[in-house]
């Protein structure tokens, strides 16, 4: 159980694309999303706490508007990353969490999103 | 601040037995959680303590003391597939995860 499909796996595009990221939990109803991005032998930066049904909280230094959260259902959350740049290539991973903050529920991650910007 | 402290890198010998430590000071303390990270690849959820003790599962046991704001991840019989980073992340009191750097482990024949 806990299963965390995250699409694509891997992306490679032009400077100034958009690209869109879909996590999404399979098993289970994930009442928080989160997004995180991941630099080569470097911890886990978390970017943004989303719950569905309303806006993404983000970290301090995470721009709003060039990673647009969308946390429509139950089990689906979307990244987009707009107007990508090299500098975002990165390893971006999204993780799901079942019942409510205080339930001490495990994030239970998807499997990454290797993202290289030429 | 909040703190979680765990070494960098760790090697062992194929079979023998690691502990894994990691420190945390945060703003209160709703459970520490273990993870596996294979290079290049997401977490994997190990084990979870908000009490004190050791909880085993298998072949990894993960004990805490809340006192001491210390915990560790001991692995048995280690085999070569057990080569991995080793993330400890504490849940504050906002339930917000605070992740550790992770500690790289080596595993050698």
């Known amino acids: 159980g806990a299963v965390v499909s995250q699409h694509p796996s891997w992306v490679i595009c032009k400077s100034g694309t958009s690209v869109k990221i879909e996590c999404r939990s399979l098993d289970f109803q994930a009442t928080t999303m989160f997004w995180y991005r991941q630099f080569p032998k470097q911890s886990l930066m978390l970017m943004a706490t989303?719950?569905?049904?309303?806006?993404?909280?983000?970290e301090q230094g995470v721009e709003k508007d060039k990673f647009l959260i969308n946390h429509a259902s139950l089990t689906l959350s979307t990244l987009t990353v707009t107007s990508a740049h090299p500098e975002d290539s990165s390893f971006y991973i999204c993780?799901?969490?079942?019942?409510?903050?205080?339930?001490?529920?495990?994030?239970?991650f998807g499997d990454g999103t290797r993202l290289s910007i030429l | 601040g909040q703190n979680i402290d765990q070494p960098t890198e760790m090697t062992a010998t194929e079979g023998a037995i690691v502990q894994i430590n990691c420190t945390y000071q945060?703003?209160?303390?709703?459970?520490l959680f273990w993870y596996q990270q294979h290079a290049g690849e997401a977490p994997t959820f190990l084990s979870y303590n908000v009490l004190d003790g050791l909880e085993e599962k298998g072949r990894f046991s993960s004990f805490l003391s809340r006192s001491k704001g210390y915990s560790y991840l001991l692995l048995k019989e280690l085999q070569m597939k057990d080569s991995a980073s080793y993330l400890c992340?504490?849940?504050?009191?906002?339930?917000?995860?605070?992740w550790g750097a992770g500690t790289k482990l080596i595993i050698k024949p």
């Open positions: 945060t703003s209160g303390f709703n459970g």
């Open positions: 989303s719950n569905e049904g309303s806006k993404a909280t983000y």
């Open positions: 992340a504490v849940m504050d009191s906002n339930y917000q995860l605070i």
């Open positions: 993780s799901a969490r079942a019942g409510f903050a205080g339930d001490h529920q495990p994030q239970h």
